[in-house]
C-alpha cells in the first residue's frame, strides 16, 4: 500500500542554518504531496503542496519540488529561524473521488537554536 | 483558520469506559475526518465521513466507532476505552471544491489509565 517515509528526527540546527528533511514515498499513479507543520500545542497546518511531478511548493521560505524519478519531496529552507521550531509532517492523498485520505509519514522535529 | 473545535481538549479516564469525543465545524464541508496521533507513526486515519450518515472505516478503525448525524459535527465514540487508545487524536474537514487540502482542528488529547 501507500507510504510516506521521513528521515528520523530529532534536528537540531543553529539559526539561520540551512535546513533539508528528506521525504520518499511509495503509491501507486502519481499523489499529490504536501508538508505539513505542527507547532507545539496546535494540530496541523498545511505547509506548503505540489500536485504533479516537477511542480515546486513554497511558502514561508520552504520549498519542495516533486520527483517522481526519486519518489521524492524533500523539504528545504535556506536559513531557518527560532520560530521554524517545530513537528514536519511528509504527507500523500490516497483516492480519486469522494473522501481523500492523507497518509502521513511518522513526522520529524526541528529545534532551531539561537 | 478554518472553523473547527474539538472538545474535550484533555481527557482522563479508566481502561473499560466508553469516551465520545466531538468535532464541531462552522464550514460547512462535506468530507471530515478522524486521525490519531503517536510517536513514530505520524497521524493515521481511524474514520471518515463523506455526508450525514455516511462514514467509513480508515486503516486504525478498531476498538471505535463513528457518527455523523448532521453536517457541523462527527463524533467518535470509544465503547471501552482501552491504554493503547492513549494518544492525540485529531479532526479534519475538506470540501469538495478543495479536494487536494484537510483543515485540521487543534487535537484531543485522551489518556486511558
Known amino acids: 500500500g501507500d507510504s510516506v517515509t521521513q528521515m528520523e528526527g530529532p534536528v537540531t540546527l543553529s539559526e539561520e542554518a540551512f535546513l533539508t528533511i528528506n521525504c520518499t514515498y511509495t503509491?501507486?499513479?502519481?499523489?499529490?504531496l504536501f508538508w505539513y507543520v505542527q507547532y507545539p500545542g496546535e494540530g496541523l497546518q498545511l505547509l506548503l503542496k505540489?500536485?504533479?511531478?516537477?511542480d515546486k511548493g513554497s511558502n514561508k521560505g520552504f520549498e519542495a519540488t516533486y520527483r517522481k524519478e526519486t519518489t521524492s519531496f524533500h523539504l528545504e529552507k535556506g536559513s531557518v529561524q527560532v520560530s521554524d521550531s517545530a513537528v514536519y509532517f511528509c504527507?500523500?492523498?490516497?483516492?480519486?473521488?469522494?473522501?481523500?485520505?492523507?497518509?502521513f509519514g511518522q513526522g520529524t522535529r526541528l529545534t532551531i537554536n539561537p | 483558520d478554518a472553523g473547527i473545535t474539538q472538545s474535550p481538549r484533555h481527557k482522563v479516564t479508566e481502561t473499560g469506559t466508553p469516551v465520545t469525543l466531538r468535532c464541531h465545524q462552522t464550514?460547512?464541508?462535506?468530507?471530515m475526518y478522524w486521525y490519531r496521533q503517536d510517536p513514530g507513526h505520524g497521524l493515521r486515519l481511524i474514520h471518515y465521513?463523506?455526508?450525514?450518515?455516511?462514514?467509513d472505516k480508515g486503516e486504525v478503525s478498531d476498538g471505535y466507532s463513528v457518527s455523523r448525524s448532521k453536517t457541523e459535527d462527527f463524533l467518535l465514540t470509544l465503547e471501552s476505552a482501552t491504554s493503547s487508545q492513549t494518544s492525540v487524536y485529531f479532526c479534519?474537514?475538506?470540501?469538495?471544491?478543495?479536494?487536494?487540502?484537510?483543515?485540521f482542528g487543534p487535537g484531543t488529547r485522551l489518556t486511558v489509565l
Open positions: 479534519a474537514i475538506s470540501d469538495p471544491r478543495q479536494r487536494d487540502e484537510q483543515f
Open positions: 503509491a501507486t499513479g502519481y499523489p499529490s
Open positions: 505540489a500536485t504533479k511531478a516537477d
Open positions: 504527507a500523500l492523498i490516497r483516492g480519486r473521488e469522494g473522501a481523500q485520505k492523507l497518509v
Open positions: 464550514e460547512n464541508h462535506r468530507y
Open positions: 465521513s463523506y455526508g450525514v450518515k455516511d462514514t
